[in-house]
């Protein structure tokens, strides 16, 4: 409804974030720079005794980046960091709020004296494209006879060792839809992994700040929400009026880092 499209071959953008070694992560660190119309969660700790995000109420975000003149960032986000079921600035203002805010590199007083308001969100959308650039996980899966397909089904641990040989760490995949012991093919089955392939999840260590994109893969922390049985995963193309043309099509995907 809000007319967002994607290339044939790219799957999309979900953000970039600072994880703890376990998994966990902190989130709304800065209220000051609060731009989330829909706070997800509404607390900064998640539960009901954290302190309160109020949802932003200003002004699309995008009049933030335009007084740089970054209107090739904008026209790159607008093309493969799309928003789903919202305009593509309130996915990109949800993600900034919630997680570059946690990240002391994109603090206020790391750009001493010559800060320019608003800045660092130019900074964190950069950074981040800067990555995403570097993980081709459709042209990956596809090198390795994986393709969007509503007929054929792919096995987990050929999809990781795909994208293991391409990324050198085995990233985390996520999946939605139905457990496999709960569909027909599953009936009886233990494995109740999920069995649609929606998210692919990129881990790293950064070597000084994460701008400057010097990092070093590393494995997944936890392991898939996808079903482990042999063609138990689905890979499905997206509907024609999804894709940027009108073009062949693909799944849609998530970016995490």
């Keep these: ?44 700790n998640g539960l009901p005794n954290g302190t309160v995000v109020p949802p932003y109420n200003g002004t699309d975000i995008t009049a933030f980046i335009t007084p740089f003149g970054r209107y090739d960032l904008l026209a790159y986000m607008n093309k493969y960091w799309i928003g789903q079921n919202q305009k593509n600035w309130i996915l990109w203002a949800h993600e900034f709020s919630k997680h570059a805010t946690c990240f ?5 007083p790391c ?8 800045y660092d969100l130019v900074d964190f959308f950069e950074t981040t494209i800067k990555y995403f650039l ?3 996980t459709y042209d990956w899966l ?15 641990k050929k999809m990781e060792k795909a994208l293991k040989r391409e990324y050198r760490a085995t990233p985390y995949l996520g999946c939605s839809g139905p457990r496999y ?23 790293f260590h950064a ?6 994109g010097n990092s070093v893969p590393v494995e997944q922390t936890g392991k898939s ?8 995963i689905k890979y499905y193309e997206r509907a024609a009026n999804a894709v940027a043309g009108g073009s062949n099509s693909t799944a849609p995907g998530h970016y995490r880092s």
């Excluded at 002391?104 to 206020?108: A, I, P, R």
Aim: net charge negative; charged share 15%.
């Design 134 to 136: 570097r993980l081709p």
């Design 104 to 108: 002391s590199t994109f603090d206020l």
């Design 1 to 44: 409804s809000q007319g967002q499209l994607l290339p044939s071959d790219s799957w999309t953008i979900h953000g970039l974030w600072p994880d703890f070694c376990n998994g966990s992560y902190t989130q709304y660190c800065d209220l000051t720079r609060q731009y989330d119309p829909f706070p997800s969660p509404n607390t900064t």
């Design 181 to 203: 012991n709960a569909t027909a093919a599953g009936a009886g089955s233990l494995d109740n992994g999920r069995t649609e392939l929606s998210e692919v999840w990129y881990y």
């Design 225 to 232: 929400s996808c079903a482990t049985t042999k063609g138990a």
């Design 207 to 212: 070597y000084g700040r994460p701008q400057d």
């Design 142 to 156: 596809a090198d390795a006879g994986i393709e969007p397909s509503n007929s054929t089904t792919y096995t987990l």
């Design 111 to 118: 750009y001493g004296p010559q800060y320019v308001k608003h």
